[in-house]
C-alpha cells in the first residue's frame, strides 16, 4: 500500500514493501494558481526481499493476552464477568468447579484476586434455594483455592466469605473466628461491615453473650457500631432479657444516631412492653442527683438507669413546634455537648489557637475571659458588620453591630454581649466621631474586646463562646480552615447547633434566629421516660412520628420544663448550669428520696 501527497509543484511518494520504507520526491505539475493538497491511495504489490523473508521466518509471533486471549483462566475470566452481571452465583460456581477440577481442568490454575472476590461476593447474595447444599460450602471450597494457589486475601475477601458463612444456620462461630484472626493471620484490619453480619447472625441465634464479644472485640479493634448492629444487640439484649444491657444499649444509640429506623422503633417498643422491662426500673431514686445529672450531661439524658417500675405506656405520637410532646405533655429539651466535651473541645481549640498566635497574645485573652465569666452571649463583630455590604455604598457597618448589640441586651435585661473585634477596624471607625462615642460606651461596659493585630479574630469569639458556655451571634457557617481542624471532633456539631445564634435585619433592627428550641435525638427524662425520634424521609421535621416511652401515672407536668444546658427553655446556657429555672425541693438541707409521683 502506497500513499502519495502533493502540494503546489511538489510531490512526495512512500511506499513500504516487506520491512523496507521508500520515499521519492519528485516535480507534480499542477495548473491551479492556488496550492493544492492531494493524497492518493494506491496497492502496491509487496516485494519479498531476502531481508523480509529472513526476518518473517525468524520472527514467532506473540500470543495476544488478556480479553480475547486463550486457555481456562481467560474463559473462566469472561464466564465470571457474565455470571457478576447477570447475578448468577450457580452458574459462576459451575465454572469455577469445571476449570479447578473438571476433566479439563489446568493443573496449576490460578485466578486473579478479583476473580476469587467476585465468587464471594456472588455467594454472599445468593438465593439459597439455588444450591444443593448451602453457598457457604461453595464459599470455603473457594477460599481454600486461593490459599493454596498462594493469593493473600484482601479484607473484602474475607469479609464475604464471613457473610456467606455467617447466614449459614450453624457458621455464626466460624464467621465470627474467621473475622477475629482476620488481623493476625493476614495482616488484615476488619471494618464494620466485617463485623455486621456476624452480629446478624448471633442476632438471629439469640446468643447474647456472643454478641457481647463481638462488640467487644469492635471495640478493641476501634469500630464503632451503627444503627443496625446496636439494633441486633439491643434485640439480643431484650430476648435474654438484660434490661442493664438494654440501658446500656439505648444510651450508645443516642450518641450514636441522630434517629432511628421503623425496624429498630418496633425493637424498642418489643422491649418495653416486655414483662421484663416492667419489673425493671428503681423505686426509689434521689431528684436532685437526677437532674444534676441531666445538666452535666448537657440536657436530654441523666444515665442513672431505669427510674421507677411498672408497665410502660408505649405510643406514636408528634412534637409541637415548641418541643412540646402530643402523648406526655413535657417538653423536650435542646441537648448540648456535657461539661467534660466541653472542657475538651475548650482545650483543643486553646491549643489551636496557641499554635497558631501569638503566644503571649492568646495566653493574655485566657486571663482576661478568666476575669470577665458574665457574658451570656459573644458576638463576632467583623462577621455583623460586614453582612450584606458588597454593594458600592458598602463598607464597615458599625450599625448594624449596634443593632444586635441593642437586641441582645433588650433579651437579657441589660446585660452586655461582648463583642470580639481586630483592632486595626476599631483605629479606623475611632476616627469618626459618632463611632467613637459608641466605641467608648461599649469599652466602658465591658462589652469589647480588640484582637491584636497579626491574630485572626476567629480563634477569639470562638474559644470565649465554648470556655463561658453561652450563645455566639455569628452567621459564619464555621467551614474554613479553622474549623477544619476541629472536624474530626464529633461533638463540634452539635455544640454549633446549640450555641451559633444567625441573625438578619428588618428595618434596620436585628432579627436573632435562636438555636432550635428542642433536638431531633432520643431524650431520657427525669421523669425516666424516654422520646426517640424515628427516621422522617421527607425531611419535614413537623412530620416526624416519635415514640413516647412513658409509665403509667409519672407524665411530667406540661407546663415544666426540662433540665437543659441552654435557651430553649428560656435560660441561657450560663444559667441553666448553675441550676436556674430548675424546680428544688422543699427541704434543701437534704436530698428528696422517694417515689417520684409521690412528690409530683
Known amino acids: 500500500m ?3 501527497s502533493a502540494t503546489g509543484t511538489k510531490c512526495n511518494t512512500l511506499w513500504r514493501t516487506g520491512t523496507a520504507l521508500h520515499r521519492t520526491y519528485g516535480p507534480w505539475p499542477l495548473s491551479a494558481s492556488k496550492p493544492t493538497l492531494l493524497i492518493t491511495r494506491v496497492s502496491l504489490p509487496p516485494a519479498a526481499t531476502p531481508m523480509a523473508t529472513a526476518a518473517a521466518a525468524t520472527t514467532t509471533p506473540r500470543r495476544r493476552r488478556g480479553k480475547g486471549g486463550k486457555g481456562p483462566n481467560s474463559d473462566l475470566s469472561r464466564t465470571l464477568t457474565d455470571c457478576t452481571r447477570r447475578g448468577d452465583a450457580v452458574a459462576a460456581m459451575a465454572a469455577f468447579d469445571a476449570a479447578v477440577s473438571g476433566p479439563d481442568a489446568a493443573p496449576d490454575l490460578r485466578l486473579a484476586a478479583h476473580q476469587y472476590n467476585q465468587l464471594l461476593h456472588l455467594l454472599a447474595s445468593a438465593d439459597r434455594a439455588s444450591f444443593p447444599t448451602h453457598p457457604a460450602a461453595a464459599a470455603r471450597r473457594v477460599f481454600a483455592h486461593m490459599l493454596e494457589a498462594g493469593s493473600p486475601p484482601s479484607e473484602a475477601t474475607i469479609t464475604s466469605l464471613a457473610r456467606v458463612v455467617a447466614s449459614d444456620p450453624e457458621g455464626a462461630d466460624e ?3 474467621l473475622v477475629a484472626t ?10 464494620l461491615r466485617s463485623y455486621s453480619p456476624v452480629l446478624a447472625a448471633f442476632r438471629r441465634t439469640g446468643e447474647a453473650s456472643k454478641a457481647y464479644a463481638v462488640e467487644a472485640h469492635m471495640a478493641a479493634s476501634a469500630v464503632s457500631p451503627e444503627e443496625p448492629e446496636l439494633a441486633a444487640l439491643l434485640e439480643v439484649s431484650a430476648k435474654a432479657g438484660d434490661a442493664g444491657k438494654v440501658y446500656e444499649y439505648m444510651h450508645k444509640l443516642r450518641r450514636a444516631m441522630g434517629c432511628v429506623s421503623e425496624e429498630t422503633a418496633e425493637v424498642l417498643e418489643g422491649w418495653f412492653r416486655s414483662e421484663k422491662e416492667a419489673m425493671a426500673g428503681k423505686a426509689e431514686w434521689d431528684a436532685q442527683q437526677v437532674k444534676d445529672a441531666i445538666v452535666a450531661n448537657g440536657g436530654g439524658c441523666h444515665q442513672l438507669g431505669w427510674l421507677s417500675n411498672g408497665p410502660w405506656m408505649v405510643q406514636q405520637v408528634t412534637v409541637a413546634a415548641d418541643g412540646k410532646c402530643g402523648g406526655c405533655g413535657c417538653r423536650l429539651a435542646s441537648v448540648d455537648i456535657d461539661m467534660e466535651e466541653t472542657n475538651t473541645f475548650a482545650d483543643s481549640v486553646s491549643g489551636l489557637a496557641l499554635e497558631r498566635e501569638t503566644k503571649a497574645n492568646f495566653s493574655q485573652f485566657q486571663e482576661w475571659l478568666e476575669a470577665h465569666k458574665e457574658y451570656e452571649a459573644i458576638v463576632d463583630g467583623a462577621n455583623i458588620a460586614l453582612y450584606q455590604q458588597n454593594f458600592a455604598e458598602g463598607g464597615f457597618s458599625l450599625a448594624q453591630l449596634d443593632a444586635v448589640v441593642t437586641e441582645l441586651r433588650d433579651r437579657y435585661n441589660g446585660k452586655w454581649p461582648l463583642v470580639i473585634l481586630h483592632n486595626k477596624r476599631i483605629a479606623k471607625l475611632m476616627e469618626n466621631p459618632s463611632n467613637r462615642h459608641l466605641i467608648e460606651t461599649w ?3 465591658g462589652a469589647l474586646y480588640t484582637s491584636p493585630s497579626g491574630s485572626n479574630d476567629d480563634w477569639y469569639w470562638l474559644y470565649a463562646a465554648i470556655g463561658l458556655n453561652c450563645l455566639l451571634v455569628t452567621n459564619d457557617e464555621m467551614r474554613d480552615h479553622i474549623f477544619e481542624l476541629l472536624g474530626s471532633s464529633s461533638f463540634f456539631y452539635k455544640w454549633k447547633q446549640r450555641h451559633r445564634v444567625k441573625y438578619t435585619f428588618n428595618k434596620g433592627k436585628a432579627v436573632l434566629m435562636m438555636p432550635p428550641p428542642y433536638s431531633s ?3 431520657e427524662s427525669e421523669t425516666g421516660s424516654w422520646h426517640v425520634p424515628i427516621e422522617e424521609k421527607s425531611g419535614d421535621e413537623r412530620a416526624r412520628t416519635w415514640l413516647c416511652i412513658d409509665r403509667s401515672g409519672l407524665t411530667k407536668r406540661p407546663h415544666e420544663s426540662p433540665i437543659a444546658n441552654g435557651v430553649a427553655q428560656g435560660l441561657t ?11 428544688q425541693p422543699e427541704d434543701q438541707a437534704a436530698p428528696v428520696t422517694g417515689k417520684r409521683k409521690d412528690r409530683d
Open 182 to 191: 482476620m488481623r493476625d493471620k493476614y495482616g488484615q484490619a476488619p471494618r
Open 573 to 583: 446556657p450560663s444559667e441553666a448550669s448553675n441550676g436556674a429555672g430548675q424546680t
Open 443 to 445: 469599652r466602658a461596659n
Open 521 to 523: 435525638e432520643i431524650q
Open 175 to 177: 464467621a465470627f473466628e
Open 2 to 4: 502506497g500513499l502519495i
